[in-house]
């Protein structure tokens, strides 16, 4: 008996991390048919996706839909609920908002692969409320309104999961605060046949991202001026670039965006990668390590799972405040003892994230999800 999958992912606008483990999860399930709450991708970011178009919601037909779906949040959780998906064997959601909330039934298997519970609903809601600036006055006290009514119904949906997978040991922790629920882990799948090992590097530390205030791009700038004799280069674009321009002194070469050709190739070339974003996972810093580059993270979120530290086979060194000062001194205890980061030990750590363990435990958990619910309908 062929089952029949849906695949359900939170919005589709933009191919980012999220989207690159929806491109996994497709190829595992080819002939999955793709739901989501609206979809504009362009060709090229379709095309990753087999070429599949999703079937949306009424918020797809709504005006500004592609480029202000956020402000469609309050309206989300209804519009996941109207999917018919009541034709499916299988529901395999793709959630870091609002998809896991579809409606199964009990003869159905619903898997969640969680990138994270709502973030800005829960332990990031004043840091959203604060980057939005709604602190005060009579917009805060509804977006707080709202926001309490999301955490509400993100509880209630969390019941509707059969299994729940999570993307990093720091999102299960989260999983099981916020909704009471156990979750394996299995990490996002990274492109590593995507990147070659360098061996001789250059002297130049690197950073990459886009340039969001949680990435913290301009505290990483402040380090490096604490540091004149060190080199920085700094790829990426977005709305802090005037703040990092204003930042840099003659040690910072600031590129904004480039091609993934040049990245990878800084990549491969930097003496080290510095990351300073809490991240769910992050899989930068796992891309640089597959170029054998060691990184420099602050020690909280995924990298502490994907930067080994100590005296046996170190990737890298962790700092543990989002402070220029904390940074550099992580970044002069990692020249004081470089020779210990080897190449080839970044790039056999990295492997343990590669698109083909990623795709082989997925199908096994989905396999025993399904064969669980089998045997014994009535378990968690």
Not at 2 to 7: D, E, G, M
Not at 33 to 47: H, K, T
Not at 63 to 74: G, N
Not at 149 to 167: E, L, P, Q, T
Request: hydrophobic letters at 40%; glycine letters at 6%.
């Amino acid at each position: 008996m062929t089952l029949k999958v849906a695949v359900v992912h939170d919005w589709l606008v933009t191919y980012a991390g999220a989207e690159k483990v929806l491109e996994q999860i497709l190829a595992c399930y080819p002939q999955a048919d793709l739901f989501s709450v609206i979809d504009f991708l362009d060709d090229a970011a379709r095309a990753k996706l087999g070429g599949k178009h999703a079937k949306t919601t009424f918020i797809q037909r709504l005006p500004w839909a592609k480029t202000k779906y956020r402000t469609y949040l309050p309206l989300m959780p209804i519009a996941i609920e109207q999917l018919d998906l009541s034709g499916y064997d299988v529901v395999i959601s793709s959630s870091h908002a609002v998809a896991k909330g579809v409606i199964t039934g009990p003869d159905q298997t619903h898997v969640c692969y969680i990138h994270s519970p709502i973030r800005y609903a829960w332990d990031l809601q004043h840091q959203y409320l604060k980057e939005s600036h709604l602190e005060k006055g009579v917009m805060s006290i509804l977006a707080r309104f709202i926001l309490h009514k999301i955490r509400i119904w993100d509880i209630r949906s969390a019941h509707g999961v059969d299994v729940f997978v999570s993307n990093s040991k720091f999102i299960s922790r989260r999983v099981k605060k916020f909704y009471g629920r156990k979750s394996s882990v299995i990490y996002p799948p990274v492109d590593t046949d995507n990147f070659t090992i360098e061996k001789n590097k250059k002297d130049y530390f690197l950073t990459a991202s886009r340039m969001v205030p949680y990435k913290k791009i301009p505290m990483i700038i402040e380090a490096f001026s604490l540091l004149p004799d060190k080199q920085l280069v700094v790829i990426g674009d977005g709305p802090e670039m005037e703040n990092v321009k204003s930042k840099a002194g003659k040690n910072i070469h600031i590129l904004g965006y480039q091609p993934f050709d040049v990245l990878r190739q800084h990549m491969q070339d930097a003496r080290a990668f510095v990351f300073a974003a809490e991240e769910d996972f992050g899989i930068v810093p796992v891309e640089a390590q597959a170029c054998g580059t060691p990184v420099i993270a602050f020690g909280r979120g995924g990298a502490v799972e994907t930067v080994v530290t100590g005296e046996q086979n170190p990737t890298g060194v962790l700092f543990e405040e989002q402070t220029a000062e904390s940074l550099a001194a992580a970044i002069e205890a990692f020249d004081a003892k470089r020779l210990s980061f080897l190449p080839e030990n970044c790039r056999r750590n990295a492997e343990r994230f590669s698109i083909s363990a990623f795709k082989h435990n997925l199908i096994n958990a989905i396999n025993e999800a399904i064969a669980t619910r089998s045997i014994n309908p009535s378990s968690d």
